[in-house]
């Protein structure tokens, strides 16, 4: 019987060749991360390979799976172990080879398999691996299914069968390629910046992009596993600093920027200005408005307000449902209320019938915007950007809090504002004329001025955005105010980056 997982062993040692180490803390609510070698083996992970190949048993899906792993040095070992536990679950594993996210979840309807399970740390730093898995397309896990499955590795509740087998998909790449690009090109003479940040997508976007018609100035492209230059994370404002650096230099029309594992994309207009992820939700919900009225846009509550007051949209009978933050918590409402599109704050877009399958795809993403660029030929993506309300938005903040006490930290804040609201005091010299808990606490003032504190997902981190209609100075109030709260836990550490 395979041993049972332990929470923590010393490198190289006698033990931690011969048991599992798995730390309880790296199964999230809808994924799964973990800093490799520190707090997961190996060994650990042909555990977590068992105990997925037990829950699709429970789960009563038929034991198929697809996997792929990003560019990471040591992603591929990862996935071969994943493989080793899924096989001796009884899982008949479809491998993939190097891929982006997305094209993982393209396998599932391509290859017609019911699961998948993606090795990769997304944006996190090297040294962090992670697991994106579903068994539903175009879904993936959440809490219920994520709490299930770490109950069963950690506790050893698996078991083995027969029937696991292993195929390799030979150069799965040109069919996702070829899904992407079977259709007309863009009519529009474009030049596009594509930025990799030296991951995954360097394999594959700026050769897709140049396929559909536009002029492609690659930047950090070649696949490094170091990531010399800077973490291929488009919200990060250093990678946006450097996308917007270079479309300035070549006079390119927009800059579009792809994470590790392809599921997300950041973009900058032709004066290099950088355009948070959710105000380019809204231009594209704006676009997409217009070819089919009367839609529905799942948005998470980082997300700016303008999708449920922008006057263009409501003049298009657009609706917005403002959801909890998070790659499967948006996925799974699109696909429940039948939405044309999902749009995160952090650049996970989903589109969803007939713009798309549903899950979340930063080269789509990006075709989306080219092609939006393509249907307003006398505009610029500056003339797009402007022609939205203006607002004062701060990029995602996130303080450090370690991942044992920052849902509490949270729930404590939550509190705070409630009973503020109960009282009648104000937040930042105003009346608090909305809470919104569906995840985390957005706090609004009479004003439309607005601040949100949630828990991290994926970090041992607080997430903070603030916004308002009004001006950046009472966007600065709120989140004086909204830090203020926070810094009533002394568990809170320091901010990756502020305003």
Known sequence: MFPKPVPSLVPNTYAYETQPMVKATGFREYDARWLFEKELNLMG?????????????????????????????????????????????????????LALSPMAYFAQFELDVPAVAMVTASHNDNGWTGVKMGAQRPVTFGPVEMGRLSEIVLNAKWRTAEGGSYHYVDNFGARYFRDLTDRAPIKRKLKVVAACGNGTAGAFAPQILEKLGCEVIPLDVELDYTFPRYNPNPEDMEMLHAIAHKV?????????????????????????????????????????????PNSTFVVDVKSTGLFATDPVLQS?????????????????????????AGFEKSGHFFFNKPVGRGYDDGVLTAIHVIDMLDRNPDKSMADLYKDLPKTWGSPTMSPHCEDEVKYGVVD???????????????????????????????????????????ASSNKPELVVVVESPVSE?????????????MRENPEVGAYNQTI
């Open 412 to 454: 404590k804040v939550i509190a705070r504002f409630q009973d503020m609201q109960k009282r009648g005091e104000k937040v930042s010299g105003q009346p608090i004329r909305d809470l919104v808990t569906v995840n985390g606490v957005r706090v609004t003032a009479e004003d439309g001025t607005w601040g949100l504190v949630r």
């Open 45 to 97: 992970v042909q555990a977590l390979g068992l105990g997925l190949a037990t829950l699709l048993h429970e789960m009563g899906v038929k034991p198929e799976l697809v996997t792929g792993h990003d560019y990471r040095s040591y992603s591929s070992a990862i996935k071969h172990a994943l493989i080793t536990g899924l096989v001796a679950g009884g899982v008949k594993v479809h491998d993939i080879g």
């Open 316 to 340: 298009l009978g657009a609706k917005a449902d403002y959801w909890k933050t998070g790659h499967s918590y948006i996925k799974r409402r699109v696909n429940d209320l039948n939405a044309l």
């Open 248 to 292: 300035r230099e070549v006079g390119a029309d927009v800059g579009l920027g792809f994470d590790g594992d392809g599921d997300r994309c950041g973009v900058v207009d032709n004066n290099g200005e950088e355009i948070f992820a959710d105000k380019i939700g809204v231009m594209l919900a704006r676009d997409l408005s217009k070819l089919h």
């Open 473 to 485: 100075a009472r966007m600065r109030e709120m989140f004086k105010a909204v830090d203020t709260v």
